[in-house]
């Protein structure tokens, strides 16, 4: 199955601020997914984003907001911009996975606190 | 639309315990489910998956789960609990293709000693 690498494990932030999260995986796929699960929730997605063209997003989630990058088949970002205590949540990224072991494939998130 | 009901938020079993964690689905075609473990700061671990065939599914760590379509269910199950399966235990479904997963509330998982 794929491997993702996303960085950073876990941030401190000041409102007003933004931040950049990646997600690196070892083998080129079509579509990435970014999920926001906030404190004691469940996962919820935010967007899909496929190469070579803008990303789709959920109803209550929007671009100005959570702005994605998906530059090749093996790399995404998403930013939590102008960020507020209510962002404080943990970010992940997921992809499907077409190996032997097919399913979808999580990173390990990245937990950002919004102070 | 896809949608994902975990009754129990929390369950507390002993050591040595059998376990069952239930999950309902809604979803107009035949589904593809899985199971995801998340540890304590950890990200998800896929336990295990169903896409077609045989409804009784094996999966990682001694669990496994079974599909009824009558009951739109898929719950999960384990005979014997260890210490180290504390953790929340998130039911989730598909559409075939690479659409996005829609995940139950969880059900966070605690050990008696």
């Known amino acids: 199955s794929a491997v993702i690498s996303q960085k950073p494990s876990r941030d401190i932030c000041q409102r007003g601020t933004s931040l950049t999260i990646q997600c690196q995986v070892d083998s080129q796929v079509t579509m990435m997914f970014w999920y926001r699960q906030q404190p004691g929730q469940s996962l919820t997605l935010i967007a899909t984003?496929?190469?070579?063209?803008?990303?789709?997003?959920e109803s209550g989630f929007v671009i100005d907001k959570f702005p994605i990058s998906r530059p090749n088949l093996t790399f995404s970002t998403l930013t939590v911009s102008n960020m507020s205590p209510e962002d404080s949540s943990i970010y992940l990224c997921?992809?499907?996975?077409?190996?032997?072991?097919?399913?979808?494939?999580f990173g390990s998130g990245t937990r950002l606190t919004v102070v | 639309a896809q949608s994902v009901t975990q009754p129990d938020i929390h369950i507390t079993v002993s050591e040595g315990a059998s376990l069952e964690l239930r999950c309902n689905y809604s979803?107009?075609?035949?589904?593809?489910l899985f199971w995801y473990v998340q540890s304590p700061g950890q990200g998800l671990q896929l336990l295990l998956k169903y896409f077609s065939g045989d409804t009784l599914v094996q999966g990682i760590k001694g669990f496994e789960a079974e599909f009824k379509r009558s009951q739109s269910s898929f719950n999960l199950r384990k005979p014997s609990v260890h210490w180290s399966d504390a953790a929340e235990y998130f039911c989730?479904?598909?559409?075939?293709?690479?659409?996005?997963?829609?995940f139950g509330q969880g059900t966070r998982l605690t050990i008696n000693p």
């Open positions: 979803y107009g075609a035949t589904p593809y």
């Open positions: 997921s992809v499907e996975d077409r190996g032997a072991v097919a399913g979808y494939t």
């Open positions: 984003a496929n190469q070579g063209s803008e990303a789709t997003y």
């Open positions: 989730a479904v598909g559409a075939s293709g690479a659409q996005k997963l829609v």
